[in-house]
C-alpha cells in the first residue's frame, strides 16, 4: 500500500471512530450535579478500567485521585507513579468509591466551564487510548513505533522534552518507564485539545506512521 493510501485508510478509520465515540458519548452542559454525576457514571461504564487509568493521568485529577485510597495514597511520594500501578492496586469497591469521590470533585468546582473541561478531558483521554489500541490491533504496531512517530511530531517533541534530557530523548534510549511517562503525558495533552485540533494531531500522526511503515 502507498504512503499515501496507508495515510487515507488511518484517518477514515480515525473519522469512524471519533463519530462512533461521540455519538456514544455526548458531553452534556454539566449545569447541575445531577448532570454531572450521570456523566461521569456513563463515562465510568463506558469505558470501565480506562476510566480509572485516565484520573490516574490527568495533571488535574491525579494527585486528588490517588489520595482518595489509601493503599495508592500509601505510595503517593509526589513523583510520577504509572497509572497502570495504581489501577492494579484498586479493588471493585476501591473502584466504586473513588468514582463517587470524582463525581464529589468535579461537582464542588465552582465554574461551570471548569466542570465541563475536566469531563470532556475524561472522554478525550479515553478515546485517545482507544485510538492508538486500534492502530496496534489493525496495523500491527508496536508502542515504541508510536512513540517514535510521536517523537517526529512538533507538539508532541517539544512536550516530551521538558521531561528528558535530550540524550535520553533520543531514539531507542528512553528506558521503559520513561517511554511510559511519555505516552501518558502525550494522551494529557491530546485530552486537552479541542475536536478539531485532535484531528489535525492524528493527522500529523498518521502522516508520521505511515511514512515510518514504507520504509
Known amino acids: 500500500m502507498s504512503t499515501r493510501l496507508f495515510a487515507g485508510a488511518m484517518f477514515a478509520m480515525l473519522l469512524f471512530f471519533f463519530g462512533y465515540s461521540q455519538n456514544k458519548t455526548t458531553t452534556p452542559e454539566p449545569a447541575g450535579d445531577s448532570a454531572v454525576s450521570s456523566e461521569i457514571n456513563d463515562l465510568s461504564e463506558n469505558y470501565d478500567d480506562l476510566f480509572f487509568k485516565a484520573v490516574y493521568s490527568i495533571d488535574e485529577l491525579k494527585p486528588y485521585s490517588i489520595i482518595q485510597v489509601e493503599k495508592t495514597c500509601k505510595i503517593y511520594n509526589n513523583r510520577w507513579i504509572s497509572p497502570d500501578t495504581l489501577l492494579r492496586m484498586l479493588q471493585e469497591d476501591d473502584k466504586t468509591f473513588l468514582l463517587s469521590r470524582i463525581i464529589e470533585f468535579v461537582q464542588n468546582q465552582p465554574e461551570k466551564a471548569y466542570r465541563k473541561k475536566l469531563i470532556s478531558q475524561i472522554k478525550y483521554w479515553c478515546m485517545s487510548w482507544q485510538q492508538f489500541d486500534s492502530l496496534k490491533d489493525i496495523f500491527g504496531f508496536n508502542d515504541d513505533f508510536i512513540l517514535s512517530a510521536m517523537q517526529k511530531v512538533a507538539s508532541t517533541r517539544r512536550l516530551i522534552m521538558v521531561y528528558y534530557d535530550q540524550q535520553s530523548f533520543s531514539e ?10 511519555a505516552f501518558y503525558t502525550t494522551l494529557n495533552f491530546i485530552s486537552t485539545l479541542t475536536f478539531d485540533d485532535q484531528l489535525k494531531y492524528y493527522s500529523e500522526i498518521y502522516n508520521q506512521l505511515s511514512v515510518m511503515a514504507a520504509k
Open 172 to 181: 531507542g534510549k528512553m528506558i521503559p518507564a520513561e517511554r511510559e511517562m
